[in-house]
């Protein structure tokens, strides 16, 4: 197809998606759930307790964050294997600097004492996320601090996506599959969120260690196939090492196929990996289909037409007033 006709098609596409939302009846709207990602990570910092109160105050149905362990067993809120130097700074306000800090290789107290409230001037961070507002005194919280906002007044239907931080590739960075799991159940448990949690990760080995320890807490298999990551692997001799043994090529190539033989309620694609045929695969198998990291407005409009379950995004704001109008 010529290229300028293509465009132009493409930008009617978008705005008929944009006009569609606007007359559709309130209930086709609000069937699309929205997911704060690390609360609201375009506006205020990242996996922070400050993020996740104005994402709740915005209205999200789910508050998605990221966990990892810490040497001494305590589940945290962040989102690299290690202290990400351009939001950490120490108690003399220094960005962090020198060796890498593996949450896995240092105690609770003193991943606690950094303060993660604002971006490194000058850093790749700042230039993404230009509008977010700094929150100094920021802290990487507990997993149970996150998870007590749901006890909070109006937050009585608020679910967590929770995202396990874990590589097959690099085995001593975290704790391994079996005590992220355990760990991530019993504090659940203990605050009494597992019918109000998803857990989810690109590292499915974590998805078959949850299952096995409590089949009600609903699963997520994320996925994305692109130069930058792929943990599907397709067309390779074997399973991918992400997949806890299944392999894309033992069910004709279809990524819903193998997510539903791996057992996830949910498929959680990248959401430009994501085409209609795929979708509709999906809900054919019962899958719910949420996509993640939805920034443009354009782009959450036409995915609400496509008839996704929900999107994961960073400006959650964005998405309450595309979608939302009357919230």
């Not at 990570?41 to 990892?68: C, H, I, K, S, Y």
């Not at 130097?85 to 606690?112: F, T």
């Not at 659940?188 to 690109?202: C, K, V």
């Not at 991918?240 to 949910?266: F, K, M």
């Amino acid at each position: 197809m010529e290229t300028g006709l293509s465009d132009r098609l493409c930008a009617g596409i978008r705005h008929a998606c944009i006009l569609l939302l606007c007359i559709a009846p309130p209930m086709m709207v609000q069937a699309m759930e929205i997911q704060g990602h690390r609360g609201a990570r375009g506006l205020l910092p990242e996996n922070t307790l400050p993020a996740f109160e104005r994402a709740v105050a915005l209205g999200v149905d789910q508050l998605e964050l990221d966990l990892g362990m810490t040497r001494d067993g305590v589940l945290v809120v962040h989102h690299d294997r290690a202290l990400n130097p351009d939001i950490a700074r120490d108690a003399d306000g220094n960005w962090l600097s020198g060796p890498e800090l593996l949450l896995w290789h240092v105690q609770y107290r003193a991943v606690s004492a950094f303060d993660v409230g604002r971006i490194r001037p000058g850093s790749r961070i700042a230039d993404l996320f230009p509008e977010q507002e700094p929150r100094d005194g920021a802290r990487i919280p507990m997993l149970s601090e996150v998870l007590a906002l749901g006890r909070s007044p109006g937050a009585e239907a608020l679910r967590f996506n929770i995202e396990i931080k874990i590589s097959p590739l690099e085995p001593d960075a975290t704790a391994d599959p079996s005590g992220l799991a355990q760990a991530s159940v019993e504090v659940l448990e203990a605050e009494g969120m597992t019918g109000r949690a998803t857990i989810q990760s690109f590292d499915w080995r974590i998805i078959r260690e949850v299952q096995a320890r409590a089949p009600e807490i609903r699963t997520a298999c994320l996925t994305v196939e692109r130069s930058w990551h792929d943990n599907i692997q397709r067309g390779r001799p074997g399973p991918s090492p992400w997949t806890a043994g299944l392999d894309i090529d033992a069910v004709g190539g279809s990524v819903p196929r193998l997510v539903e033989q791996a057992g996830c309620a949910v498929w959680s694609p990248y959401f430009r990996d994501l085409t209609a045929e795929t979708l509709a695969e999906a809900h054919s198998l019962g899958l719910e289909v949420v996509v993640w990291t939805v920034n443009d407005v354009d782009d959450m409009a036409a995915l609400a037409k496509l008839g996704v379950d929900g999107l994961i995004t960073d400006y959650p704001d964005r998405a309450i007033r595309l979608l939302r109008p009357s919230q």
